[in-house]
Nanobody
Framework: QVQLVESGGGLVRPGGSLRLSCAASGRTFSSYTMGWFRQAPGKEREFVALISWSGVSTNYADSVKGRVTISRDNAKNTVYLQMNSLKPEDTAVYYC?????????WGQGTQVTVSS
């Protein structure tokens, strides 16, 4: 079993920054691709970014490209999402997920609100 716990969300003004963290336990974290997703009120959950097990490969949604950086520290079993130049449309609950043949494992989410 895998447990994922997100943290770092909060209220930030437009143009501000946040760094989200996702701590994993219960499985060999370093063997798996990790991802971040988000869900805004009344919308479907959407992909934000992913990072390969080694950290060498990353991929981003077009909506966040250039403003967001995903990284991981396998020694700490943690994946991060650095978000800069935040916009009101980035407001959502952000979830991390572990990919084991699919996005099978999810955290409980952390709320990010971008508002003046």
């Amino acid at each position: 079993q895998v447990q994922l716990v997100e943290s770092g969300g909060g209220l930030v003004r437009p143009g501000g920054s946040l760094r989200l963290s996702c701590a994993a336990s219960g499985r060999t974290f370093s063997s798996y691709t990790m991802g971040w997703f988000r869900q805004a009120p009344g919308k479907e959950r959407e992909f934000v970014a992913l990072i390969s097990w080694s950290g060498v490969s990353t991929n981003y949604a077009d909506s966040v490209k250039g403003r967001v950086t995903i990284s991981r520290d396998n020694a700490k079993n943690t994946v991060y999402l650095q978000m800069n130049s935040l916009k009101p449309e980035d407001t959502a609950v952000y979830y991390c997920s572990l990919n084991q043949g699919g996005w099978n494992y999810w955290g409980q989410g952390t709320q990010v609100t971008v508002s003046s």
